[in-house]
């Protein structure tokens, strides 16, 4: 355990002294290996150093469910403790797989125990792992991602991580360390003393008897007869002022409405009308006095004679339109039925009137791109008379340059052939040859010939070119490598964007087809006439994009532009579906209104 224990506590030191506002990861690592690389050996200090970059590279992921820890269930933990939970945090998600459960108890167990076992508690809740932790680390990563690396191996180590939980909250009271024996020190002895005579035992006074209580009177669990009289003649009452009150009302409508009294349809209808809305008085044959446990809502007179009053309006009010249907007065459906002919034309013209505004767009996008198209063909016919004029001038520059160095190669070779000419004609030294190979003898350390001297040098520019080719060679093959990654990421883009493209067409085609159902706004001549000029439009830039287009070789880089372009004229038309289904939304949700306040008014 303590070897353990070493390497977590040099991490731990190494992550207090990390600063991420100021200090580079990368740096700070070969900082920390340089400074421990005399003092650990190399297993030690590997260990150390994977602790360490991991838990740098992921500290975002830590730091969240180490402030969450903090928050809720540390708050009588030190702070001097985060980078503890950080390394524990970071072994347990991503290095538990890897060290083996076995190793990881080691690690844990070096560490205190109390700290550990709230913090695993906390970590390894699958409420917290399945909720809030997936969520956080899901903005920071895919959640896709997430969930298959890092969620699901730990809700599987779960059981082991509970049980490893139980038996360290059980150690400290099983493995209590025997505190140290102390010297002997010296016993004091009693002194031999007369052992005085026990004192006679003194007889227990008497207890004393307490009275008996009277019993409580049952009158005080009873209500008194008072209450209960007081109860019933306000019952009583009450009934009496409703039954007044309900005779009053029929005379009174009687009274309001003599010509309906002589039609015995109309008066049924009244009755059940008014019994509707009148609410029954249900007497009961035997008066029970007890309180019941739901008490029923109390009525009193000015909120019986209000709702009374708002009932006999209403039956007024039909009554009187009962009479003006009677006396051949109209109805309201021929006005709502004109009322939605004209709101569905009104509706059909503003669907015409965007679908033309978005063809107008659409026209117009369409011009601009061939407006671009026959810019760019005239840029590019420039740029090729450019070149050609450019090509001419260098050819021109290489030949009279070509010339000079014909000429000056000739003025070199007559006077090489004239210095020639005069060695020949001086006379020759008669003596013994420097021997090339023969050492010079001076004592001096690395001594050697010349030809040794030039064969080593011969060998060690050969060794330099070998190493310059190896390393052209590398970033020949990096360059290659990273081109067909580019090449890899644009297929997998324009894979996406077609994909995207098709999403989109189905959606816009199943928007299309509710749209249908409103008012198809094609059958428009201004539609018609603006579709048919985009197609014309349309079919004249493929045209030109088919002949300018030639197989010619471009950089991943330029080969990335058309599809940005692309992705961006995708988005514009994208906005444009948007606000016009938003449009066609709040058109369809006032029109549902405005029908459903006729209905109400009809009714």
Known sequence: M??????????????????????????????????????????????????????????KLLTIVVDAFYARDGQLCLWS????????????????????????????????????????RFFFNPLNLCSWIRDEWSLIYETAHVTENWIDPLMRWQPEVQELIKQLE??????????????????????NLTVPRPRAITMPEPVPTMPKPRPVPQSTYQEPKEQKLLQMIKTYNRRTAEELLLKANMEELRCAMPRLQRDPQVQDEKKQLWHQSVPRIHRT??????????????????TILREGALYQRQVEKELQRVDKLVDGAGDFSEFLEWQKKMQAKDLEEQLAAGECRRLQGKLSHEEAILARQNLMQENKQKADRQKEEEVIEESRELLQRSTKEAKEEQKRRCELIAQLRALETQPTRKGKLVDLTQIPGYGLEG???????RERLAMLKETQKREQEEKRDQIIQGKRAKSQMIQNTVEQISLCRAAMGRTAALRWEEKKAQATSLGTPCQDERVLELKRKMEERAAERRRQTRRQTAPQLVSPARALRPNLRAQEEMQHWLELDQSRERRLRAMQEAGRTCHATHHLEAS
């Open 447 to 453: 001594e050697m010939s010349v030809v040794e001297l």
């Open 81 to 120: 403790d985060y980078s503890l939970f950080e390394v524990i945090c970071y072994l347990a998600t991503f290095q538990i797989d890897e060290l083996g459960f076995q190793l990881f108890c080691s690690i844990i167990k070096s560490q205190p125990v109390g700290k550990i076992c709230k913090f695993l």
């Open 170 to 191: 059980g150690v400290p009271t099983d493995q209590i360390t025997p505190l140290k024996t102390k010297a002997k020190v010296t016993v004091p002895k009693e002194f």
């Open 2 to 59: 303590t070897y353990y224990e070493k390497c977590i506590e040099i991490v731990i030191k190494q992550l207090d002294k990390f600063k991420p506002e100021k200090d580079n990861p990368e740096q700070f690592l070969e900082t920390v290996f340089t400074s421990l690389q005399q003092t650990l050996n190399p297993q030690k200090l590997g260990f150390v150093l994977e602790v360490l970059s991991g838990c740098l590279q992921y500290h």
């Open 285 to 302: 044959p035997n008066l029970t006095f007890y309180k019941p446990n739901n008490l029923p809502v109390k009525l009193n007179t000015a």
